[in-house]
């Protein structure tokens, strides 16, 4: 039987991104990476070449010979190594699965003191390193994910397909929670191609479809 992702080049973001606030401090979210890791190991067992930028997680991480780990603390060291990674490479297919922070805080050296009864903090809009990535590698196909919480399938989609057309993403991965009840969809730019309530099913879908899509 054919495989068609065999050989393939494939970059993976994963796992959570800081921003510091000083020097001891940092805005995070509860991301763990576990989705970027089964997309990983996934790409790997369908004999791609997968080059997987992995965030600050506190899981184990088990990989293939067929992963290159690459990893990453902070915002901006997300964002080298994704500008440096597309100018020297191209990919076939990028799945930018981070949980990227949105907003960029002004850092302070040091350590801000914890004498103060109020600390207020003004943070900046982040760039969208999902439209960096389109910039830079626009023959690759692009899946970008969005996450929401505790709100309806329906809005889910709707956020989710609206971003996609913004970054001009081939496939949008939409999650969402509802009372730590995990769902996800596999959105083209007219239906929804597959629907699961697991991460290791979303993983297996997506590379199915991807398996179709890129030939």
């Not at 999902?130 to 994910?145: G, K, Q, S």
Request: aromatic share 6%; glycine share 6%; hydrophobic share 45%.
């Amino acid at each position: 039987m054919s495989n068609p992702l065999k050989g393939k080049k494939i970059l993976i973001t994963a796992g959570p991104t800081w921003v510091p606030i000083d020097d001891v401090r940092v805005i995070s979210n509860v991301s763990s990476g576990e989705l970027g890791l089964l997309l990983a190991k996934t790409a790997a067992s369908c004999r791609a070449k997968v080059d997987l930028f992995l965030g600050p997680v506190s899981r184990p991480v088990l990989l293939d010979k067929n992963i290159k780990l690459t990893r990453f603390t902070y915002f901006n060291d997300l964002l080298g190594l994704v500008v440096a990674a597309l100018k020297t490479k191209k990919y076939d297919i990028i799945l930018h699965c981070a949980a990227v922070s949105d907003y960029l805080a002004k850092e302070v050296r040091g350590k801000i003191s914890s004498e103060q009864n109020q600390l207020v903090l003004r943070l900046a809009r982040a760039p969208k390193i999902v439209d960096i990535i389109r910039d830079l590698n626009p023959d690759a196909f692009l899946v970008m994910f969005k996450l929401e919480a505790n709100v309806s399938d329906a809005v889910l989609l709707k956020r989710a397909l609206e971003a996609m057309k913004r970054s001009g993403a081939d496939l949008v991965i939409a999650n969402g929670f509802v009372n730590n009840k995990y769902r996800g969809f596999i959105l083209g730019s007219n239906d929804i191609l597959a629907k699961t309530v697991s991460k290791p099913l979303l993983a297996k879908k997506l590379f199915k479809i991807l398996g179709k899509k890129i030939n």
